[in-house]
Nanobody, 116 residues
């Protein structure tokens, strides 16, 4: 059974930083693509960043230059380092693990609140 668990959310003032973590188990993590999504108040869920098994990355335009996605295969963990946070970044952040076309699993989400 695949489990995905996020952590690291919280409240921060505008301009601050946070690092989110996501641990995935029950799938071949090294060969899996990992992604962070977010859903703000009254908004649809949107893709924030992805990291492929080759360590290639992609980012939403809104977070380029401010957020960094990384992975530690030895720890089955993917991170999202967020800097220069602003109130528009307030959202529940979700981690998604994807292995081939066979497995796709979401975490429960972690709330990030950015105060003006």
């Amino acid at each position: 059974q695949v489990h995905v668990v996020e952590s690291g959310g919280g409240s921060v003032e505008a301009g601050g930083s946070l690092r989110l973590s996501c641990v995935a188990s029950g799938l071949p993590f090294t060969d899996s693509e990992m992604a962070w999504y977010r859903q703000g108040p009254g908004k649809e869920r949107e893709l924030v960043a992805t990291i492929r098994r080759t360590f290639g990355t992609n980012y939403a335009d809104s977070v380029k230059g401010r957020f960094t996605i990384s992975r530690d295969n030895a720890r089955n963990t993917v991170y999202l380092q967020m800097t220069k946070l602003n109130p528009d970044d307030t959202a529940v952040y979700y981690c998604k693990a994807m292995y081939s076309s066979k497995i796709s699993q979401w975490g429960q989400g972690t709330l990030v609140t950015v105060d003006p």
